[in-house]
């Protein structure tokens, strides 16, 4: 089955009890046994649950994995995928990672004895230069949040590979519909469900893909001995949610252009971040290796500060809030908001600077979301 048909029709659809075709809500904490050491194959939800089962298989198929495992929130998913290494472990990871992802690096697994080395993960050489003898994981994100840098999956896992590093990628911005990266020899794939695969800004929750069955059989008991999974009930919206993932991402890619083109020609603006942009230093990997550029446009207004507080005043159609992948468009402040919890040297090292705003580019009409842009640009 094909993309399309899979983001409807994988896992256990209709339900087998009573053949429901939307899949029912299992809002229960234990199943009772058939008979002594005899259950119907769920004893606790923690554990498993089957509503949960149906959207993990789902986004397992979606993205050509092994199995899937649904969490409470992405960085739930992050925390028990960083909870596969050890004290002493060191692991060497993107700088311009999501900042939640550095923060629980940095300021919570530092404090457990893991090693971090943030870099560009841009060329074999620089990856090369980090590896240590304990270096254990490489923490990949393409497209990253919020400067939409590229990096060649492929080029990352040939030299993980190499060195007998484990690949974890981030494919929250790029989704499976556009960005594959199994097909690349990444080990696990993770995701924060709360962006486009749920795409309604009405869940936060997360997701792992695994490739082998051990890392399945590592995933599934961390899950359950740190109790990070979802809600029955978020698990049923994200798969409400990914059945119109296919036709959202077409449409938010088709305005997020049309956003990125009328940011580029505009004299308010010193740069436009997407890499669908053939100005974008990334832009020819990202077309060897996605089928789509994604929905999320940055730009750095000139003016500093004052331009960028005018900025997100103004809006109307757009709103200012964190987050992103929904179908409402949402403007933020990378600086002050989302990525607040890096230290201003490094946030500015990276090149997230105080211009800088970040557009998640919903499905609203393209004409109304230009003459938002261009009415909170150009104050009359
Ligand atoms: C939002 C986000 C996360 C964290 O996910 P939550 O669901 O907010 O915990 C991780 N990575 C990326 C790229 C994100 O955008």
Redesign the pocket.
Known sequence: MRFETLAIHAGERPDAMFGAISVPIYQTSTFVFEDVGKTRGYDYSRTANPTRQVLEDTIARLEGGKAGFAFA??????TTVIHLLKAGDHVISGDD??G??YRLFQNVMRDFGLEFTFLRIDSRQRIEEAIKPNTRMLWL?TP??PLLNIVDIEMAVDVAKKHNLLTVI?N??ATPYFLRPIEYGVDLV??????YLNGHCDV???AVVTTSDELTQRVQFLLNAMGTCASPFDCWLVLRGIETLPVRMKQHEENAIAVANYLKGHTGVSRVFYPGLESHPGYKIARKQMKGFGGVVSFKIKGGLEAVNSFLRRIKVFSLAE???GVASLAEHPATM?HASMPKDYREKVGITDGLIRLSVGLENIDDLIDDLRQALEPS
């Open positions: 929130t992405g960085m739930a998913a992050e990672v999501y939640g992802t994100e990253s949040n981030d929250t911005f993770i995701h924060s469900t709360t962006k936060v929750g997360g987050s992103l992948g989302t």
